[in-house]
């Protein structure tokens, strides 16, 4: 049974980090397509982040491009979210998904892409 949980949400000022943990079981990380996607309060769910298997390539959306690193330890079968800079309007709930299909950059960005899905964190900027 594949389990994606993540942890690490709270409230932080602006201008503050957080990491964002994202444990898997049932897979692992480094053979599957993984991403981190956020969605705030009445928008739409949007793509963040995402790290191919195998020798990574990573990318990341325009907004947090310069502020948040993902990154995976294979041995702790977690993905990360090192987010810096924070700003009012990364207020959200923070997904990581998970695919084993290999994805076209275009089609990582895009929420029907990802067959797993955790049940998401709380994140809040706000003084």
């Known amino acids: 049974q594949v389990q994606l949980a993540e942890s690490g949400g709270e409230l932080v000022q602006p201008g503050g980090s957080l990491r964002l943990s994202c444990a898997a079981s049932?897979?692992?990380?480094?053979?599957?397509?993984m991403a981190w996607f956020r969605q705030g309060a009445g928008k739409e769910r949007e793509f963040v982040a995402s790290i191919t298997y195998g020798t990574p390539t990573i990318y990341y959306s325009d907004s947090v491009k310069g502020r948040f690193t993902t990154s995976r330890d294979s041995a702790k079968n977690t993905l990360y979210l090192q987010m810096n800079s924070l700003k009012p309007d990364d207020t959200a709930v923070y997904y990581c998904a998970a695919d084993p299909s290999g994805m076209s950059s275009e089609s990582m960005r895009l929420e029907h892409s990802y067959r797993y899905w955790g049940q998401g964190t709380q994140v809040t900027v706000s003084s």
């Open positions: 049932g897979l692992h990380v480094s053979m599957m397509t």
